[in-house]
């Protein structure tokens, strides 16, 4: 276990919206995001930028913001190259990297990258293995880089705990969060994302949530760990009702967002990273970051 980690601070941005602009000017979002407080930026690897690559580019357009993937997808890279990658970027921005790695979802694995996902758990156990003793004879960074894992359910909870620095939760509401710390045990970081919708109408509140959310609820690991908190069949299908998009997405007044997160970390967060979600998912919502930061008083 990787028993120091990275000082991330309390709250976080997540976003995937710098993929769909040009790297220059990614960069110069980031740095706004750094101006603003927050103390991490978290970014998806998906069908977009190579996820190390982009965070180069983020951490050399600012300063001191740290810069998290959330996450990294396993099957991306072999164990080798993701530990030299991980490796470079922590000895070039010592205490500014850290890789969140997970199994990410089959579709992404088996279609798109044609890998076996047959056993996801036991890979991600050999693939930790495998980065632990992999080869890597360049400078290493003073301070020790480090892994936290894209964790929902009890075993690789467990795993992320005993064998990285913590856990990397997403789309989970704050009672998940609860579950997660008690698996885990108070040492291992607990970094948690959480979906904001700054709209208090709540029919467009809601339809601004489901269009975001539409591709999650598609996909089996996260609905079965909304199954595992006890959301039902009738409750998921259909988009899901509104209790479980009021349970996944905060919507509502400043005041309802600033809830939610202190929820998560009465719960035993120690971190949020927070997503604003857009009716255009790819609009950049800076204005959103702005009223947050002021309203945590970060800035």
Known sequence: MQNSHINIGTYGIWTGTL?????????????????????ALWIPETVFREVFVHSALLLGATEGLKVATGIANRYGRDAVTCAAAQQTLAEAFPGRFLLGLGVSHEHLV???????????????VEYLADMEK?????????????????????????????????????????????????????????????????ETDPV???????????IYMGLSNYTNNLRRLG??????????????VD????????????TRVQAHIDAGADHVCIQTLRSDPNAVPLQDWRDIAAALGLN
């Open 110 to 124: 088996s279609k798109i990258r044609r890998h076996d996902y047959s056993r996801p758990y036991s890979a991600m």
């Open 231 to 244: 959301y039902t069949e009738e409750e998921l299908a259909d988009g899901g009702s509104d209790r479980v």
């Open 19 to 39: 993929d769909a602009v040009p790297s220059s000017l990614a960069g110069e979002h980031a740095a706004e995001i750094e101006e603003l407080g927050f103390g």
């Open 134 to 198: 992999a080869l890597f004879f360049a400078p290493k960074g003073d301070v020790p880089a480090q892994t936290v894992l894209a964790a929902l359910g009890p075993k690789m909870l467990e795993l992320a705990a005993t064998q990285t620095a913590g856990a990397h939760p997403y789309f989970v509401p704050p009672e998940h969060t609860a579950y997660a710390r008690g698996i885990m045990g108070s040492e291992p970081l607990l970094a948690v994302e959480q979906m904001v919708v700054l």
């Open 204 to 214: 467009v509140a809601r339809e601004i949530a489901r269009k975001n959310m539409a």
């Open 247 to 258: 349970a996944v997405v905060a919507w509502g007044s400043m005041d309802d967002i600033l």
